[in-house]
């Protein structure tokens, strides 16, 4: 049977905030473990960390399991301003973060990721949408 996929291109990753962990060592890190919403299967582990010079934030595509590793870098105050308003948070719905990726992914019309190669793509801008009731 031919496939009838159509292949739509995604320039976007919007996770859905599932749960948080704080990991403190060294330094401070936000590990929040992701379900999508605009892709049918999988899930995504997203770290906060504190920005390094020439660390940059990158979205990391696995062929083998259903999963995406997304490292993110603030600084200092825009970690504590996160913590904050998720600490202020009381409402049932889930927090999302969209992902601007530099490159496009492609999905079929039933939201299926098409991933040949493990694949890193560099993450031009993050938008957190955090309900707070």
Request: aromatic share 10%; charged share 30%; hydrophobic share 40%.
């Amino acid at each position: 049977m031919k496939s009838t996929n159509k292949w739509v291109k995604l320039d976007k990753v919007v996770l859905r905030v599932d749960n948080i962990e704080f990991i403190y060592k060294e330094s401070l890190v936000m590990i929040f473990n992701c379900g999508f919403e605009n892709i049918s299967k999988g899930r995504c582990i997203l770290k906060l960390n504190l920005k390094k010079t020439k660390k940059k934030n990158t979205l990391f595509v696995y062929t083998d399991k259903a999963l995406m590793s997304v490292e993110v870098f603030y600084e200092k105050k825009s970690i504590d301003e996160i913590i904050k308003l998720f600490s202020l948070t009381k409402s049932s719905k889930k927090a999302t973060v969209t992902l601007i990726i530099d490159d496009e992914l492609l999905i079929n019309e039933k939201n299926y990721l098409f991933i040949k190669n493990n694949l890193q793509i560099g993450v031009k801008a993050v938008e957190w949408k955090i309900p707070l009731n």
